[in-house]
């Protein structure tokens, strides 16, 4: 049985801001082993990381983030009183470190035009120990980036899905991410969203799926190694 991999959801925010660097450095220094985050594009095309289109719950601000130049968003903060993090200066928190990236692009409801490209270019200016998986539940955004990149790798965030493995292999997906485990005639990677329940985790854990996002990824990565030993 492969180890399933633990992810940070959203960095450690049982501890820290929401999607802060604070949060991710934590995790980077205490023994994380993988990371997820969300991405969308300011007015004037910076990619910044957050999970909700809006700024209103994480922030003191109020708003739209695409309405918002960098400069503009910048000025607003997160409970821990940073500002709201670039992409650039999360990779810069993560570039050469020994852990997995899962990067949402969070064009669901609202999708900001070229962020593909744009992340996708940016990513490349950064050297990261495993290949990054790039997530989303716009089937449309999934194939924008397989266009401009086919190498990279690409999963299918849903929350359920009839025939898992057949769309992933169909689509050239490298996993599907569902919120509860899809019972699949063939093969697949899932990696399954977000699981804090100590008994979802264990009962995960003895399938042996790829991964675990998880809000507390000490608790679950405890949960993990009692389970596969």
């Given at each position: 049985?492969?180890?399933?991999?633990?992810?940070a959801?959203?960095g450690?925010?049982?501890?820290?801001?929401?999607?802060?660097?604070?949060g991710?450095?934590?995790?980077?220094?205490?023994?994380?082993?993988?990371?997820?985050?969300?991405?969308?594009l300011?007015?004037?095309?910076?990619?910044?990381?957050?999970?909700?289109?809006?700024i209103?719950r994480t922030t003191?601000?109020?708003?739209?983030?695409?309405?918002?130049?960098?400069?503009?968003?910048?000025?607003?903060?997160?409970?821990?009183?940073?500002?709201?993090p670039?992409?650039?200066?999360?990779?810069?928190?993560?570039?050469?470190?020994?852990?997995?990236?899962?990067?949402?692009?969070?064009?669901?409801?609202?999708?900001?035009?070229?962020?593909?490209?744009?992340?996708?270019?940016?990513?490349?200016k950064?050297?990261?120990?495993?290949?990054?998986?790039?997530?989303?539940?716009?089937?449309?955004?999934?194939?924008?980036?397989?266009?401009?990149?086919a190498?990279?790798?690409?999963?299918?965030?849903?929350?359920?899905?009839?025939?898992?493995?057949?769309?992933?292999?169909?689509?050239?997906?490298?996993?599907?991410?569902?919120e509860?485990?899809?019972?699949?005639?063939?093969?697949?990677?899932?990696r399954?969203?977000?699981?804090?329940?100590?008994?979802?985790?264990k009962?995960?854990?003895?399938?042996?799926?790829?991964?675990?996002?998880t809000?507390?990824?000490?608790?679950i990565?405890?949960?993990?190694?009692?389970?596969?030993?």
């Open positions: 049985m492969k180890k399933t991999i633990i992810f959801h959203r450690y925010p049982v501890k820290f801001a929401e999607n802060s660097l604070e991710f450095r934590y995790v980077v220094s205490h023994g994380g082993e993988g990371v997820e985050f969300d991405v969308h300011t007015r004037d095309g910076v990619p910044v990381v957050m999970h909700d289109e809006k209103d003191d601000g109020k708003g739209y983030i695409k309405d918002y130049t960098l400069a503009e968003i910048r000025k607003f903060h997160l409970a821990n009183g940073e500002p709201v670039k992409l650039s200066e999360l990779f810069d928190v993560l570039q050469d470190k020994d852990l997995y990236i899962n990067l949402e692009f969070k064009t669901n409801k609202v999708h900001d035009q070229g962020i593909e490209k744009t992340v996708l270019d940016l990513a490349k950064y050297h990261f120990v495993h290949p990054i998986i790039f997530s989303s539940f716009n089937y449309e955004t999934l194939k924008i980036a397989q266009k401009l990149d190498d990279e790798e690409y999963c299918y965030l849903v929350k359920g899905l009839k025939h898992p493995a057949e769309i992933a292999k169909k689509n050239h997906f490298a996993g599907i991410h569902p509860h485990y899809l019972r699949s005639s063939q093969p697949v990677t899932e399954i969203w977000t699981v804090d329940n100590s008994w979802l985790a009962h995960y854990c003895k399938l042996g799926v790829a991964g675990l996002f809000n507390d990824y000490k608790k990565m405890r949960i993990r190694d009692e389970v596969q030993k």
